[in-house]
Each structure stands twice: as C-alpha cells, then as structure tokens.
C-alpha cells in the first residue's frame, strides 16, 4: 500500500490474511483503515520484519483493530519495542494479551495453502532496536504460489543477503522481489541473482530509487512499480500460481516520477 516511506503489505491466500508492517503509529491507523476498508476483521498473521519503529511502531494500532492469531518477529526485541509503541489503555492490552513467535531460518509458516519460508537473517546481531544495525536482523520470507516465487525482505542489507545466499543459494531468484530498505539497494551482483520479474518500491515520492538502481532492473527486464503517491500509490498483484496480474492505483505515472527527480 502507499504508506509514505514506510512498508504496508496486505497479504491474501484463500480467506486467510497476513499484513506486514505499517510504519511509525500514525501510519497503523493508516494501514488499519486500509485493511478494515476491505472488510476484513480477522489476520492470521502480523509481521513485524524488524524492530524499528517505522516499520512497527503502527503494531499495536494493528493488534487493537482486529483479531489478529500470531505476531511473527525475528527477535525477543521486537516485542519489547512494540511494547513500547502503545499510545493507548486498548493498544497496551491488545498488545499485551498478543501471542508472539519468533521465525528463524528455514521455518515456515503457512498462509492459506502458500508457504513462506524463512531465509532470514541468518544469524540475530545483538543491538540496539534504534540502532542502524537492527536492519541486518530484518525477517526475509520468500513465498510460492504454484510456479511464482515472491521475495519479501523489509530493511534487510548487502551484509545480510551475502548471509542469505550463502545458506540459501538457490532461494534468491524470485517472480516479485519487494526492493530491501524502500529506495536503498542491494549490490549489482545481488540484484542480478534475484533476477525479478516484478519489482515493487515501498517509498514515497521523496526518496525514489535513483536512476541508475532503476536502470539495472530495467535490463534485466523487471517491470517496476512504486507506492510512491505520485507514481503508482497502491499496487495489487494477484497470482493464480502461474500468471502474475499487477493493478496500480495510478498506471504508469512516469511523467509525475520524472518531475519529482528533477
């Protein structure tokens, strides 16, 4: 979803539901009022990918909102710092009374009939949530559906996808990559084994993918789209497990890209 320079991941397979992220707490009333909008009262699955707060700060506005089973963090930390992010009596108690579960490498966790596997991180560094550091623990899931592979990677780094690649070499290349860190990037190298069909940017209109990270997707014949509010806004991408159809809210608003990198 377009949610600033933020993650917002509403995932659907079968009647079952998972939403990643949210950013900071304003934003988890933006991305409940999203969810709630669809008319779903019930998630499987909240994700946190890593304990910064703009990426979970908006989880407890989340958990108050609706019923939510699981909340899967790659660390004992993430609970603290969601914890930590209740502005509300409600958001303490729905957050207190949430069950937690801890994902590691090459579990899996199932959405519908679609497992997403863990492939990170490899190894939890032991820092600060508010540290930069904290993005080297973000949760890396890669899902399959049928024949189409998706790669869901929050704030994860090059440090991290050496890791990654390293342990799970043949897990890289994927259908749909969710681009690491918004606008950041991978290395040349990296993004040449994940090979990416579709790529989709979770930033806003301030902090584009620069042109020449754009242009390596571009050569390898990925198409982009980003949430960005003056570029795509919301992406929805649907798989019957073979095709991949992709619906933005605004089609291929190059024009209004090109005058925000100028």
């Not at 949210?22 to 909240?46: D, M, N, Q």
Request: net charge negative; hydrophobic share 35%; glycine share 8%.
């Amino acid at each position: 979803m377009d949610i600033d320079t933020n993650d917002g991941i509403l995932l659907r397979s079968g009647e079952e539901y998972a939403f990643i992220d949210s950013g900071s707490h304003p934003y988890g009333e933006k991305a409940a009022a999203f969810i709630r909008s669809r008319g779903i009262t019930h998630l499987k699955y909240y994700i946190g990918t890593h304990a910064h707060l703009d990426h979970i700060g908006g989880a407890c506005v989340i958990l108050e909102a609706f019923d939510v089973d699981m909340v899967i963090m790659p660390h004992a930390l993430g609970e603290t710092a969601i914890r930590g992010s209740v502005w509300t009596e409600d958001e303490r108690k729905a957050v207190q009374k949430a069950v937690y579960c801890i994902l590691r490498p090459g579990e899996t966790i199932y959405l519908g009939s679609a497992p997403f596997l863990c492939i990170g991180p490899i190894t939890v560094k032991n820092v600060k949530t508010t540290d930069n550091a904290e993005n080297d623990n973000s949760l890396v899931l890669r899902a399959e559906v049928g024949e189409v592979s998706i790669l869901l990677t929050g704030d994860a780094t090059i440090v991290e996808f050496n890791a990654i690649i390293r342990e799970f070499p043949d897990k890289i290349k994927c259908d749909v990559y969710k681009n690491t860190h918004h606008a950041g990037e991978l290395s040349d190298a990296q993004i040449k084994m994940i090979e990416p069909r579709i790529t989709v940017f979770s930033t806003s209109s301030l902090r584009l993918p620069s042109d020449r990270y754009r242009g390596l997707f571009e050569k390898l014949g990925s198409e982009i789209y980003i949430t960005a509010e003056r570029v795509n806004g919301n992406v929805t991408l649907y798989t019957d497990g073979k095709d991949i159809t992709v619906t933005p809210q605004y089609e291929d608003n190059r024009a209004a890209w090109a005058a925000s990198n100028e």
